[in-house]
């Protein structure tokens, strides 16, 4: 069956660190992907996302992009901050479906 | 504008009680879900609402759980004879397009049972 498996946390940086958050897909077809992002008290929230392979999607200076050779989705950040402490999930929505499968998540702590 | 709303926020009940957990949707949205969320897990898809209908039901775990969604906005999802393992956050989201491939879900903040 579909599945979304990403590196397990919590993951600690120091403030300007660069993030890499990995992220693993099992989907039939072609599956548009997704990181959802969940701030402190708040509801999850869409980060990026792309819908094709090699598609790069980007966001807040966050980017991951579309591998279809390697079923991967990693998320990355050049130059962290605190405000990006969250708990970040990656996501597929399997083409032609409605339903979005969640992976276990993973949580961000940045340091001042 | 409103995003989606969930009350309770918070839900405390006795083993083998019923609870009703509600969501109401950004207005407009078509589409509505249901997810669980367990302690350290991501979202568990539920349910799925497209208008008044259940079209995908089959991630509610046993016949204690049911959702209604009588008037195509908001929605309900019960639990009946509640069980220490149904204590999760629900969650419930919302989306404006029909097109499953590119569709963003608006998130509530959830409602966090627990089951005594």
């Known amino acids: 069956g579909n599945s979304v498996t990403q590196m397990e946390g919590p993951v600690t940086l120091s403030e300007e660190a660069f993030l890499t958050i990995n992220c693993t897909y099992t989907a039939t077809g072609y599956p548009s992907l997704f990181w959802y992002v969940q701030y402190p008290g708040e509801g999850l929230q869409l980060l990026l996302k792309a819908t094709k392979a090699d598609d790069k999607g980007s966001n807040k200076g966050f980017e991951a992009t579309y591998r279809k050779e390697t079923t991967s989705f990693h998320l990355e950040k050049g130059s962290v901050q605190v405000s990006d402490s969250a708990v970040y999930f990656c996501?597929?929505?399997?083409?032609?479906?409605?339903?979005?499968?969640f992976g276990a998540g993973t949580r961000l702590f940045v340091k001042a | 504008g409103a995003g989606v709303s969930q009350t309770p926020s918070n839900k405390v009940t006795e083993k083998g009680k019923y609870v009703e957990l509600r969501c109401d949707p950004i207005?407009?949205?078509?589409?509505l879900y249901w997810y669980r969320q367990s302690l350290g897990q991501g979202p568990e898809f539920l349910i799925y609402?497209?208008?008044?209908?259940?079209?995908?039901d089959s991630g509610l775990p046993n016949d204690r759980f049911f959702a209604v969604r009588p008037e195509g906005s908001v929605s309900t999802l019960k639990i009946q004879r509640t069980e220490r393992g149904d204590s999760a956050v629900y969650l419930c989201a919302s989306s404006p397009s029909s097109s499953p491939n590119t569709g963003e879900l608006f998130f509530g903040e959830g409602s966090r049972l627990t089951v005594l």
């Open positions: 207005s407009g949205h078509t589409a």
């Open positions: 996501a597929l929505r399997k083409g032609g479906g409605f339903k979005t499968i």
């Open positions: 609402f497209q208008g008044t209908g259940a079209a995908d």
